[in-house]
T-cell receptor
Framework: EAGVAQSPRYKIIEKRQSVAFWCNPI?????LYWYQQILGQGPKLLIQ????????DSQLPKDRFSAERLKGVDSTLKIQPAKLEDSAVYLC????????????FGAGTRLSVL | GDSVTQMEGPVTLSEEAFLTINCTYT??????LFWYVQYPGEGLQLLLK?????DKGSNKGFEATYRKETTSFHLEKGSVQVSDSAVYFC??????????FGAGTQVVVTP
């Protein structure tokens, strides 16, 4: 079974530029999550989707971050414009609708904002 | 709100040594408890879990027991290997599947 796929693996941009990350969850997983993991910290939930609807985006900085999952499968997370403090690893995870406490994580995208 | 506190790393030990990583939590209700492991360059992988008080989760020689009275979920392994070198995260989740992770503990096992 294929795992959660994320791309790119690494991205370096300058502050005020835009960046987008892509995630393809495990087939059949209705729930998709984006986390931000700052160096030395645990992952922090940014947004949770159930199919193509947003369940929780309370921790998403909506002035600069946006995410979509239009067809209820893959998802993109965008930052526009990026700030230095956005440097982090962005993790995508997915789970079955009936087993939200078992989340499968992708390898993440490491973002460096210079 | 919910929070998870785990011991700071790095924890450096020799192969075949005993490993303990302390984890305590604060939560409303009755959370499920997890340990995730992150190997270099990879995403988080579920190591073990426990869903109710006194449950013991175990996997790959690692164990942790859900202690409601002390709000703890300490991770232990009796004899570590070099391949156990990784970052270990303690986490809680509520009934809606919202995770709260600790800051992670880096473990370095030397031959």
């Amino acid at each position: 079974e294929a795992g959660v796929a994320q791309s790119p693996r690494y991205k370096i941009i300058e502050k005020r530029q835009s960046v987008a990350f892509w995630c393809n969850p495990i087939s059949g997983h209705a729930t998709l999550y984006w986390y931000q993991q700052i160096l030395g910290q645990g992952p922090k939930l940014l947004i949770q989707f159930q199919n193509n609807g947003v369940v929780d985006d309370s921790q998403l900085p909506k002035d600069r971050f946006s995410a979509e999952r239009l067809k209820g499968v893959d998802s993109t997370l965008k930052i526009q414009p990026a700030k230095l403090e956005d440097s982090a690893v962005y993790l995508c995870a997915s789970s079955l609708e009936g087993a939200k406490n078992i989340q499968y994580f992708g390898a993440g995208t490491r973002l460096s904002v210079l | 709100g919910d929070s998870v506190t785990q011991m700071e790393g790095p924890v450096t030990l020799s192969e075949e040594a005993f490993l303990t990583i302390n984890c305590t939590y604060t939560a409303t209700g009755y959370p499920s408890l997890f340990w995730y492991v992150q190997y270099p360059g990879e995403g988080l992988q579920l190591l073990l879990k426990a869903t109710k008080a006194d449950d013991k989760g175990s996997n790959k020689g690692f164990e942790a027991t859900y202690r409601k009275e002390t709000t703890s979920f300490h991770l232990e392994k009796g004899s570590v290997q070099v391949s156990d070198s990784a970052v270990y995260f303690c986490a809680t989740t509520d009934s809606w599947g919202k995770f709260q992770f600790g800051a992670g503990t880096q473990v370095v096992v030397t031959p």
